[in-house]
């Protein structure tokens, strides 16, 4: 099996984020002039500006994460044990990877829009429908993901085995397209406070990590091949736990604090 490295393939798989990134900064660029020296950079869930910052931070700032988000995407196959099985599912990574950028991204655009729009309520509705696009959309490719060290829901039980792996990822994919879909009507109706402030996905994060437990005890008793080996293999599972959760920790700081 060929092993994962930048080619052409690679970076053709990756055009439309990296279109979006340069985008970003060429729109910043084209407008900077016309824009006063600050601008709006956050608002609450009403739509209501809550922070300002100067333009010539705010038009950097998020172009520049998702720059480095990508970037971190395409280079965290080098360090992969797995790093064999990214060919097999890059189709699907670069679909999630893009999915990222474009949520930030978002950002810029949205504060070009408010800025001369001045039209707040705009923010709360597209918001919530990129919300709904990036659930369906990475809920419906999760069950294709292979085993790695970065993405997908990553516990001891599915490091030691493919088939928790696979049921596993294919249950948090039903979750999310289901959590997208739960927010559609949303975008026509006021939506409760309380659903605001859940986190959702933390929920699913939780169940289906425990779900992968419940397998690991279903399948240790039909399958003699599915336990730990060795204390080595045990820990370098709990590594690659922890290398998942820190990963994907950092991810959602950058989204949900930008």
Same mark, same amino acid.
């Given at each position: 099996?060929? #092993?994962?490295? *930048?080619?052409?393939?690679?970076?053709?798989?990756?055009?439309?984020? &990296?279109?979006? !990134?340069?985008?970003?900064?060429?729109?910043?660029? &084209?407008?900077?002039? +016309?824009?006063?020296?600050? !601008?709006?950079?956050?608002?609450?869930?009403?739509?209501?500006?809550?922070?300002?910052?100067?333009?010539?931070?705010?038009?950097?700032?998020?172009?520049?994460?998702?720059?480095?988000?990508?970037?971190?995407?395409?280079?965290?196959?080098?360090?992969?044990?797995?790093?064999?099985?990214?060919?097999?599912?890059?189709?699907?990574?670069?679909?999630?990877?893009?999915?990222?950028?474009? =949520?930030? $991204? @978002?950002?810029?655009?949205?504060?070009?829009?408010?800025? /001369?729009?001045?039209?707040? +309520?705009? =923010?709360?509705?597209?918001? @919530?429908? /990129?919300? $709904?696009?990036?659930?369906?959309? =990475?809920?419906?490719?999760?069950?294709?993901?292979?085993?790695?060290?970065?993405?997908?829901?990553?516990?001891?039980?599915?490091?030691?085995?493919?088939?928790?792996?696979? +049921?596993?990822?294919?249950? #948090?994919?039903?979750?999310?397209?289901?959590?997208? !879909?739960?927010?559609?009507?949303?975008? /026509?109706?006021? *939506?409760?406070?309380?659903?605001?402030?859940?986190?959702?996905?933390?929920?699913?994060?939780?169940? #289906?990590?425990?779900?992968?437990?419940?397998?690991?005890?279903?399948?240790?008793?039909?399958?003699?091949? !599915?336990?730990?080996? %060795?204390?080595?293999?045990?820990?370098? %599972?709990?590594?690659?736990?922890?290398?998942?959760?820190?990963?994907?920790?950092?991810?959602?700081? =950058?989204?949900?604090?930008?």
């Amino acid at each position: 099996m060929e #092993t994962y490295r *930048i080619n052409r393939e690679i970076l053709k798989a990756l055009r439309f984020p &990296i279109v979006i !990134v340069l985008l970003s900064y060429a729109l910043g660029l &084209i407008l900077y002039p +016309k824009l006063p020296f600050f !601008v709006p950079t956050e608002w609450n869930s009403e739509g209501n500006v809550i922070a300002y910052l100067p333009k010539n931070t705010a038009l950097i700032l998020l172009p520049t994460l998702a720059l480095i988000l990508l970037l971190i995407f395409v280079l965290n196959p080098y360090i992969d044990p797995l790093r064999r099985n990214y060919t097999r599912f890059f189709d699907t990574y670069s679909i999630i990877v893009s999915m990222f950028v474009v =949520v930030i $991204c @978002l950002g810029q655009f949205l504060i070009l829009f408010e800025t /001369f729009t001045k039209s707040n +309520k705009v =923010v709360p509705g597209v918001g @919530l429908l /990129f919300n $709904c696009a990036v659930y369906i959309t =990475v809920g419906n490719y999760f069950p294709r993901l292979k085993q790695n060290w970065f993405i997908g829901i990553g516990t001891p039980w599915t490091y030691i085995s493919d088939k928790i792996w696979r +049921k596993t990822q294919n249950l #948090t994919g039903i979750l999310l397209l289901a959590l997208g !879909v739960f927010y559609i009507p949303f975008l /026509f109706i006021p *939506i409760p406070y309380i659903l605001t402030q859940t986190s959702f996905a933390f929920i699913i994060l939780i169940a #289906t990590s425990l779900y992968s437990l419940l397998l690991f005890f279903k399948y240790r008793r039909e399958d003699s091949e !599915v336990h730990f080996k %060795s204390v080595k293999e045990l820990v370098k %599972s709990i590594l690659y736990t922890l290398t998942h959760l820190a990963f994907w920790t950092a991810i959602f700081l =950058v989204l949900f604090k930008f």
